[in-house]
């Protein structure tokens, strides 16, 4: 074909071998003979590439070709560069080989990054290694002149093996710039464990706290990198390292250029791109008739509990020493050192994590994670993520226990069979937000058809005959369509975010380290299962379809 690009190569289908030595390899074709005379053997191949210098190649695919005589090409070795008059001649019967007091012919590769030189020897021009001379004058020729190894070549003239001559220096780039935190979040919400092994479950380091001035994070600038240089002489250049903002957030203060401190006392909040500090409301009894509800803009402590009928609503973490009853918290992480007794009105929300020592007719819903340390009785749990039951008792009786990925417990059920709903899989949070969306829409979907039905009857009307408060009622219900209409391609846009988030959802699995009772209903991923008889120590996840057994790990 006019324009393509021609390729060295030895043999032909006359031959019944075609070698092509191409840009992306070294390919070797084998025709089946007609005749059925074979006309060469597997180490008349194997001599070829020797001949032209290529000596680490695939021997069983070459092999196979032979074998398979299929006309194919196949890839046996990287490619290597060949002179653009290469030509390569095969022996007949009678002729003589190469002299064998001749030197062999160097062949110098060059990388295509261009920061290496290898150099192999050709043999067909004679069978002597060359020598170091030779190698340093067809680098030169090459235009290698920098980066040459003295030492290996010392070493290459000894053999016929092929050897790396010369190597560049390659390029060193710079390091992006990192934010240095001076504190530890890593312990946040884990109970405290003494030198004896003792863990404190009333001391989980909810809070860490920092003072004005104090020092929050040292950005490191990023650096230059360093230059480098190609076997020929080439600089390469290197890339900078990429800086990084400084995470300055809500009370916080940037002090020269570098370095983040606080502007007040307060609890540090860090979302990973920013850091904060958020001031931090202490109660020293508990809330009821004499503090009445609180909603507050940072982090709330309470040293007692949360009275019947009350709120407490925090942008912050809330920590409550005492317990919850039939009360209403609101917050980023609730902490609750007592359970919560719901009295099937009370209700615990948090955008990331809720823990407690126990829940009893309570509604709990987390964005995250539910950590419950005792039991949980006729309640209804909903999670983003996971629900963790594995110290204490860790049991789950009645109620709805939800999470987007994982439920385990110790115990779920118990042995009077009652009740206990458990679903996993899907996230409920993401599910609500779902079903609120699509009624939205669907409600206003109704309503524009309803609005276009009675534009459509009214402009059969000669509306200049009506009054003016009817002209201005028909105007508005006009301009009114339209912001709906730009309401209903967002929530379409809004579905279909949605449902590819909840078609995204990990498989759920329920875990139970000691037993799941009869009378327990498990949905995993939309999937249901009633359970018929005790199973112990075991986890039950989604397979081909239906919800298996597994055992506990």
Same mark, same amino acid.
């Given at each position: 074909m006019e324009?393509?690009?021609?390729?060295?190569?030895?043999? !032909?289908?006359?031959? $019944?071998?075609?070698?092509?030595?191409? *840009?992306? %390899? /070294?390919?070797?074709?084998?025709?089946?003979?007609?005749?059925?005379?074979?006309?060469?053997?597997?180490?008349?191949?194997?001599?070829?590439?020797?001949?032209?210098?290529?000596?680490?190649?695939?021997?069983?695919?070459?092999?196979?070709?032979?074998?398979?005589?299929?006309?194919?090409?196949?890839?046996?070795?990287e490619p290597i560069e060949l002179p653009s008059d290469f030509v390569y001649t095969v022996l007949e019967d009678g002729e003589e080989p190469p002299d064998e007091l001749a030197f062999a012919k160097v062949m110098v590769e060059i990388s295509r990054d261009r920061m290496k030189a290898t150099v192999r020897y050709d043999t067909r021009a004679g069978s002597r290694i060359p020598t170091k001379e030779?190698?340093?004058?067809?680098?030169?020729?090459? !235009?290698?002149?920098? $980066?040459?190894?003295?030492?290996?070549? *010392?070493? %290459? /003239?000894?053999?016929?093996?092929s050897f790396v001559a010369a190597e560049g220096l390659p390029p060193v780039n710079g390091d992006d710039a990192y934010i240095d935190r001076k504190f530890d979040l890593s312990t946040k919400g884990k109970p405290f464990v003494d030198h004896y092994d003792r863990v404190d479950y009333k001391n989980l380091n909810l809070f860490v706290l920092t003072k004005k001035n104090d020092t929050l994070a040292i950005r490191i600038p990023q650096t230059k990198g360093t230059p480098g240089k190609n076997i020929f002489g080439d600089t390469v250049p290197a890339k900078n390292g990429k800086p990084i903002p400084m995470p300055e957030g809500k009370n916080t203060k940037v002090i020269g250029e570098n370095r983040l401190i606080a502007e007040i006392d307060g609890q540090i909040v860090d979302t990973g791109k920013k850091i904060s500090v958020d001031s931090k409301l202490v109660i020293k009894g508990a809330v009821g008739v004499a503090t009445g509800n609180i909603d507050f803009d940072g982090s709330v402590e309470i040293a007692g509990g949360v009275q019947q009928g009350f709120m407490v609503k925090a942008t912050g973490d809330i920590e409550i020493k005492g317990g919850v009853s039939g009360a209403e918290v609101e917050g980023r992480n609730v902490f609750i050192g007592g359970g919560i007794t719901g009295m099937n009105r009370g209700r615990v929300r948090a955008t990331q994590d809720v823990r407690a020592m126990f829940t009893e007719n309570a509604q709990v819903e987390a964005g995250r994670d539910i950590y419950i340390s005792d039991v949980v009785l006729h309640s209804t749990l909903r999670a983003g993520s996971r629900i963790i039951m594995e110290e204490k008792h860790g049991q789950i009786t009645g109620g709805i226990t939800v999470a987007g990925e994982e439920v385990n417990a110790k115990i779920i059920g118990n042995q009077a069979f009652v009740v206990t709903r458990v679903s996993v899989g899907v996230d409920p949070n993401l599910q609500r937000q779902y079903q609120l969306v699509c009624r939205n829409y669907k409600e206003g979907k109704k309503r524009l058809q309803q609005i276009t039905q009675t534009l459509n009857t009214l402009g059969k009307i000669d509306i200049s005959r009506l009054p003016q408060e009817r002209i201005d009622q028909i105007n508005a219900l006009t301009r009114s369509q339209f912001p709906l209409a730009g309401q209903l391609k967002k929530d379409e846009k809004t579905i279909r975010e949605l449902e590819a988030k909840l078609a995204d959802m990990k498989q759920g699995r329920v875990r139970a380290s000691d037993v799941i009772y009869p009378g327990t209903r498990l949905i995993v991923n939309s999937v249901m299962k009633n359970v018929y008889e005790e199973y112990r120590h075991c986890a039950f996840s989604l397979r081909d379809g239906e919800i298996a057994l597994g055992p506990y790990e």
């Amino acid at each position: 074909m006019e324009g393509e690009k021609s390729y060295p190569t030895v043999g !032909g289908q006359d031959a $019944g071998y075609l070698f092509e030595f191409k *840009d992306d %390899g /070294v390919f070797l074709t084998v025709y089946e003979d007609e005749t059925g005379d074979i006309k060469f053997e597997l180490s008349n191949l194997r001599q070829i590439m020797r001949d032209v210098g290529v000596l680490d190649y695939d021997i069983e695919l070459m092999a196979r070709a032979v074998r398979e005589m299929a006309g194919v090409p196949y890839r046996i070795a990287e490619p290597i560069e060949l002179p653009s008059d290469f030509v390569y001649t095969v022996l007949e019967d009678g002729e003589e080989p190469p002299d064998e007091l001749a030197f062999a012919k160097v062949m110098v590769e060059i990388s295509r990054d261009r920061m290496k030189a290898t150099v192999r020897y050709d043999t067909r021009a004679g069978s002597r290694i060359p020598t170091k001379e030779m190698v340093l004058e067809a680098l030169n020729e090459k !235009g290698v002149v920098y $980066g040459i190894k003295e030492d290996a070549i *010392d070493r %290459g /003239v000894e053999s016929m093996a092929s050897f790396v001559a010369a190597e560049g220096l390659p390029p060193v780039n710079g390091d992006d710039a990192y934010i240095d935190r001076k504190f530890d979040l890593s312990t946040k919400g884990k109970p405290f464990v003494d030198h004896y092994d003792r863990v404190d479950y009333k001391n989980l380091n909810l809070f860490v706290l920092t003072k004005k001035n104090d020092t929050l994070a040292i950005r490191i600038p990023q650096t230059k990198g360093t230059p480098g240089k190609n076997i020929f002489g080439d600089t390469v250049p290197a890339k900078n390292g990429k800086p990084i903002p400084m995470p300055e957030g809500k009370n916080t203060k940037v002090i020269g250029e570098n370095r983040l401190i606080a502007e007040i006392d307060g609890q540090i909040v860090d979302t990973g791109k920013k850091i904060s500090v958020d001031s931090k409301l202490v109660i020293k009894g508990a809330v009821g008739v004499a503090t009445g509800n609180i909603d507050f803009d940072g982090s709330v402590e309470i040293a007692g509990g949360v009275q019947q009928g009350f709120m407490v609503k925090a942008t912050g973490d809330i920590e409550i020493k005492g317990g919850v009853s039939g009360a209403e918290v609101e917050g980023r992480n609730v902490f609750i050192g007592g359970g919560i007794t719901g009295m099937n009105r009370g209700r615990v929300r948090a955008t990331q994590d809720v823990r407690a020592m126990f829940t009893e007719n309570a509604q709990v819903e987390a964005g995250r994670d539910i950590y419950i340390s005792d039991v949980v009785l006729h309640s209804t749990l909903r999670a983003g993520s996971r629900i963790i039951m594995e110290e204490k008792h860790g049991q789950i009786t009645g109620g709805i226990t939800v999470a987007g990925e994982e439920v385990n417990a110790k115990i779920i059920g118990n042995q009077a069979f009652v009740v206990t709903r458990v679903s996993v899989g899907v996230d409920p949070n993401l599910q609500r937000q779902y079903q609120l969306v699509c009624r939205n829409y669907k409600e206003g979907k109704k309503r524009l058809q309803q609005i276009t039905q009675t534009l459509n009857t009214l402009g059969k009307i000669d509306i200049s005959r009506l009054p003016q408060e009817r002209i201005d009622q028909i105007n508005a219900l006009t301009r009114s369509q339209f912001p709906l209409a730009g309401q209903l391609k967002k929530d379409e846009k809004t579905i279909r975010e949605l449902e590819a988030k909840l078609a995204d959802m990990k498989q759920g699995r329920v875990r139970a380290s000691d037993v799941i009772y009869p009378g327990t209903r498990l949905i995993v991923n939309s999937v249901m299962k009633n359970v018929y008889e005790e199973y112990r120590h075991c986890a039950f996840s989604l397979r081909d379809g239906e919800i298996a057994l597994g055992p506990y790990e």
